[in-house]
């Protein structure tokens, strides 16, 4: 089949609101048990059947009693009570008759004698009493409609008489992956596979929203094989989502699709990531095709699913909370598209920070550390760094006040400092930015970052670190928390092949090398090894190539797309590779003294100098942590 062209470039909002307005609302109630009845949303307001209670009933134990038989009770002049005459002994809940009209608790009588009891305080008349419809009045509203049903209101419902109640029916919502590279979880992986887990977002999404997903079993790249599940999809749901195949390759069938059996309405919207959205109507069923990059499945699905499933649940449609975050980063985009940046959040020095967090499409883990969005409009061609954005949150604000923004050189034990600070007290989060230990210098003199983990070597004193705290933040009251000895080194593929002895093999002409980004204190150490070697970078296969993590690294060297690098030993032993250890160094952590008081930043201290977090490190291998902890 030949390529597609992309029929559109619309406005994301102009997009939305014909998608909207051609699907229309379907909304269909059905009547089910209040018992099942949480999360869905009332077709019709609920008015109360009983009364609860539907009979005067005590409020607490005691004695039921006539008032005006203990007007006269003092401590001076005690009052004495006969059972059957003038009380009856009632436990909380039981109904109160007539002739009594008031309760008295049972701590506040005296026994004196055989059925007789005394009282040296006098009763007000419906004391202790709750009356009828004290909680809920028969034929009263106890809910309206289109109302989400909570827990509270399930008992409510039952105890005004309501054990039916008419709700709007889940939209059903069939999802359909597609794709002859993808496998299941669970089979084996093998050269070319994508392991298929969209879907399954899309499934804990449509229920997030009130709908009932139906997820199909993985369908090839065959226009038949294709043509049958989406007829099949169709036919058994209101919605259907269909994952990959939307893009403009000769294999993406889902466009023409639409169009042979229904009506194709858009394919290409002007977002980034996100555009090659397709949009259309099969037997007048909405039907949406999502692109196979996770984050640009999920910017679509949130656009046009969300906002559908919503609409056809009955569910009112919450605003979106925004706030104003100073910029730590740059952003440049193009005035195509209107671009979805996910974001890192923080607060420092009373400032919300956001730091961008990868922009890649396919980069699943940006949205799981996301903590917002931040939307840079189409007309825009980005923002500086320092520049107030808005950014809508993802996460409660009160999560990110309590977070340590760390923002720095990248290494294994931040993520483990991190789960360690979370399971000891859940209050507090530590939030890793891997920008390089130059990054993490320019982000504290921002005021952008509570610390900065960082390895820079001076080539004049040997020493690291401390002395570009005093280059760059000798404006700043610094500290210094030292934290661990890491051993740095070349790491090769398992069994180096290309027989790699130290960094001097960069100038053989069949070795390609990865590097880390500028910035990092990796970068700068390697650098400084090549110019000790005499070895011109731009001499170098790969020099250029440019990778955020020592994990990265390792990765592109394990995938052998590349034969060295110079990392961390842990992350070398993660990706079992070989390891030319070149010397020990310090991964330190810059931060200024005033934040040595916050509790989040002590509960830090006390995970890195904790037994527990030792003995990780040393499992891990690669550190030393003799001084870890120490504050300079």
Sequence with gaps: MDRN????????DEALKLFLNRAGQKLEAEEIPVAESLGRVTAEPVFAVYSSPNFNASAMDGIAVKARDTFEASEVNPVILEKGGHYEYVDTGDPIAEP?????????????????????SPAFPWQHIRPIGEDIVANEMIIPSYHV?????????LSGGITNIMVYKKPKVGIIPTGTEIIE??????????IESNSRIFEGLVVEYGGEPKRYAPVPDDYDKLKAALKNATAENDIVVINAGSSAGSEDYTAELIREFGELILHGIAAKPGKPAILGLIDGKPVIGVPGYPVSAWVVFEIFAKALIKNWAGRPEKKETVLEAVLSKRLVSSLKNREYVRIKLGKVNGNLIATPLNRGAGVTMSLVRADGILEIPRTSEGFEAGEKVRVNLLKDLEDIENTIVSIGSHDLIMDIAANMMHRRNSTYNLSSAHVGSMGGIMAIRRGEAH???IHLLDEKTGIYNIEYIKKYLSNL???????????????TRKGNPKGI????????????????????????LADYLLKKAGIDPNEIHGYEREMTTHMAVAAAIASGTADMGVGVYSAAKAMELDFIPI????????????FLELDMIKLFIEVITSQEFKDCLRDMGGYGTENTGEII
């Design 149 to 157: 049903i909570r827990p509270v209101d399930i008992g409510a419902l």
């Design 583 to 594: 010397g020990e160094e310090d991964y330190d952590f810059a931060i200024p003294r005033a």
């Design 477 to 491: 009251d610094m500290a210094l928390i030292k934290g661990v000895k890491r051993v740095q080194g070349i790491m």
């Design 100 to 120: 009594y009209d008031a309760v008295i608790m049972i701590e506040d009588i005296v026994e004196a004698g055989e059925d007789k009891v005394k009282i040296i």
């Design 501 to 524: 002895t130290g960094i001097e093999d960069l100038s053989r002409g069949d070795i390609q090398f990865v590097n880390r980004q500028k910035g990092a204190g990796t970068r700068i």
């Design 451 to 453: 610390m900065a983990p």
């Design 5 to 12: 062209l992309y029929l559109d470039n619309m406005d994301v």
């Design 185 to 194: 979880p669970g089979e084996e992986l093998r050269l070319g596979n994508i």
